[in-house]
């Protein structure tokens, strides 16, 4: 993310907030972890935010489901100004104060979306919903993805918790052509398993600070007897 990226959003956050359906207690410091989770993860896929294999066209409406700080949808009506971004969240408080002109964020559940957005979006973005969907509410959560997208749009997904989503519910939901990318970093001293547990069962924020700051050494410095931990991002399209 460049420095006027950071200046920027850091400029556009604000509001404090406690998300009780969350694992994670959601005020100004949680945005402030949300924000260095949007770097670790952009930075584990090189920079990209778009991974699904859609052509960006001139007024492509894409949805950031449980945008949080919305930072994820700002860097993405940054990098593809033709197209237009609509975040969403169960809670406004954290969204960004000041927009650029092709992005707006609105109040709405992921699990049940307007109506009149049936077939608007060339694409639904969302990631790290672990700790906001409970079981059955993924099932209506990509049903509602999958109702909202244009016949050929495309999900695209990131869960540390490789369980969900996962093909079998993604092709359930209708979804077709399932891609699977695998962005990479590497975290010291812990085996694949221990990682994947840990970041299954974190319960503070301190635990996911000291996750966080782990992953920023092993970018920054580079460290001996790393491991490497994944961040699968599922694509998949509905068929036109």
């Known amino acids: 993310m460049s420095a006027a990226m950071q200046a920027y959003i850091k400029e556009s956050m604000g509001g404090a907030q406690y998300r009780s359906s969350y694992l994670l207690e959601y005020d100004e410091e949680e945005a402030a972890r949300l924000n260095r989770q949007h770097e670790v993860l952009t930075r584990a896929y090189d920079g990209r935010l778009i991974l699904a294999p859609l052509d960006v066209v001139p007024n492509l409406r894409i949805l950031d ?30 969204f960004p104060r000041s927009l650029p002109p092709n992005a707006n964020f609105l109040t709405a559940n992921l699990t049940a979306l307007p109506e009149e957005w049936s077939g608007q979006f060339g694409l639904v973005h969302q990631r790290l919903l672990m700790g906001a969907l409970r079981q059955d ?4 959560a990509l049903a509602e993805a999958y109702r909202v997208l244009q016949p050929g749009g495309w999900i695209q997904s990131l869960e540390t918790d490789p369980t969900y989503p996962k093909s079998p519910m993604l092709e359930a ?16 001293g ?19 600070d000291a996750l966080l ?22 694509c998949a399209q509905k068929p036109y």
């Open 65 to 94: 489901s449980g945008t949080g700080t919305g930072v994820w949808a700002l860097s993405a009506s940054a990098a593809h100004p033709e197209a237009f971004v609509t975040g969403i969240d169960i809670e406004e408080r954290n």
């Open 137 to 140: 509410e993924w099932t209506r």
């Open 173 to 188: 939901a209708g979804f077709r052509d399932v891609r699977v990318f695998r962005g990479k970093t590497e975290l010291a």
């Open 190 to 208: 812990q085996s694949p398993e221990a990682i994947a547990a840990r970041a299954n069962f974190i319960r503070s924020g301190e635990e996911y």
């Open 213 to 234: 700051r782990a992953l920023e050494v092993a970018f920054e410095k580079g460290v001996d007897g790393t491991y490497p931990l994944y961040y699968p991002i599922f």
